[in-house]
């Protein structure tokens, strides 16, 4: 059983005077056997974060506990906590064998035999069983990041703590370890802490994921919940690839006005809005419908920047018409949104097109504080998967 519970956990750095605040306030309830992203870009913190629960940092301020109890006063060495750096740091002159023996032979008084059956059982798992008398400069990347997993492995930690470890791999073998890490940890069953700043390792991997801005928690839920029910824009622009489109608006009663279009509301949607003055407007590259005739309030036409095809879809990314260079093409400087369509649909560039966006699939936020005031409605049949 392993709890892991940041209580309003704060880090600050002092920097000449200056105090730097990484992590500010988080607190998260990780349960036993979950498996958390901690995602957000570069310098939010998340390093910060995973070294206060190893123990390699200080916390500051609040409490870091494992299944209810305080570990912040103990030393690394004597967590119960096993940790996977994205720089694999395995030591050159040490065979495998030795590089997953020496954990052990450090922090535990485990026998010799048990020592030998506990690595040799981690290498089967991770399959490198053949390569445990090689050195480590004698082993691609993607097998020294398994040696480094095995080495985690048979310490049969409460805790593993994951800092960016799939990051040095090409984007294939990623894909592949991504998949048997998610494997490994759900057999393993043991609560862990993984770290990335790529979303897409983030909605693929966590059962839940915590997302991070500049040391702040801004939410923690499952993937899908963040994705369609984000807290804020900050969330909501983050999660999902390629991002939300926004446009800055003003509300004029129930219609909301933006630089290059109108958007009138229900009195349901403007009612979510009606303290707002000023609104963001977030809709999903797939809620851009493309449709042949403007017979709509939400229809508006639009032409087609650029198409990128991506095989099974293509990324049509679209100006509102008017902002085309003397009927030539839309012109650089203006800004464009983008649809996803399907893959078999033939779109090209400089062709008119209706861009849809329907009133359910909008997201709408404070401009002033980024708070989300009203996001998409799901249909409940399109949350279940329907039974086999
Ligand atoms: P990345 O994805 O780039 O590794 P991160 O989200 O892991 O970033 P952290 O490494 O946790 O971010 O850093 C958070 C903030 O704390 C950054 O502004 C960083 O510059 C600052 N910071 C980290 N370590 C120190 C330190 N030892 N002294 C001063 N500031 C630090």
Not at 276 to 288: C, F, I, K, N, S
Not at 296 to 324: C, I, K, Q, R, S
């Amino acid at each position: 059983m392993a709890r892991l519970t940041l209580d309003g956990v704060t880090k600050w750095f002092d920097d000449d005077g200056d105090r730097i605040v990484a992590v500010d306030d988080a607190t998260i309830e990780i349960d036993d056997g979950e498996f958390l992203v901690l995602v957000g870009p570069s310098g939010c913190g998340k390093s910060t974060t995973l070294r206060m629960i190893a123990g390699l940092e200080t916390v500051s301020r609040g409490a870091i506990r494992l299944d209810g109890a305080a570990i912040d006063d103990q030393p690394p060495t004597t967590r119960d906590i096993a940790m996977v750096f994205q720089s694999y740091a395995l030591y050159p002159h040490m065979t495998v064998r030795e590089n997953m023996r020496f954990g052990l032979e450090e922090s535990t008084t485990l026998s010799d035999d048990e020592m030998d059956r506990r690595v040799e059982d981690a290498a089967e798992m991770m399959g490198i069983a053949d390569l445990l008398d090689r050195k480590p400069s004698e082993l691609s990347g993607g097998q020294q990041q398994r040696v480094a997993l095995g080495r985690a492995i048979v310490r049969d930690p409460e805790v593993f703590l994951m800092d960016e470890p799939l990051s040095n791999l090409d984007a294939k073998l990623r894909s592949q370890m991504r998949t048997e890490l998610q494997r490994l940890q759900e057999d393993l069953g043991v609560t862990t802490v993984y770290v990335t700043h790529d979303q897409t390792e983030a909605m693929t991997m966590g059962d839940r994921i915590a997302i991070l801005d500049d040391g702040e928690l801004q939410q923690v839920g499952t993937p899908l919940e963040c994705y369609h029910e984000p807290a804020n824009r900050f969330v909501a622009g983050f999660i999902g690839e390629p991002s939300m489109n926004f446009f800055e608006m003003e509300r004029d009663g129930d219609t909301l006005v933006g630089e290059e279009f109108a958007y009138p509301l229900s009195a349901e949607t403007a009612e979510a809005v009606a303290d707002a003055d000023r609104v963001t407007l977030g809709v999903r590259p797939e809620d851009v419908e493309l449709v042949s005739d403007a017979d709509a309030d939400h229809d508006f036409a639009t032409v087609v920047d650029v198409v990128e095809p991506m095989g099974n879809e293509n990324n049509v990314y679209l100006a509102f018409e008017g902002n085309e260079a003397d009927g030539e093409g839309v012109d650089e400087d203006r800004r464009t949104f983008v649809a996803t369509v399907d893959g078999m649909r033939a779109v090209e560039a400089d062709q008119p097109v209706v861009a849809r966006i329907p009133e359910e699939a909008v997201h709408l936020f404070d401009a002033d504080t980024g708070e989300a005031l009203r996001n998409r409605t799901l249909d409940a049949a399109e949350t279940t998967l329907p039974s086999v």
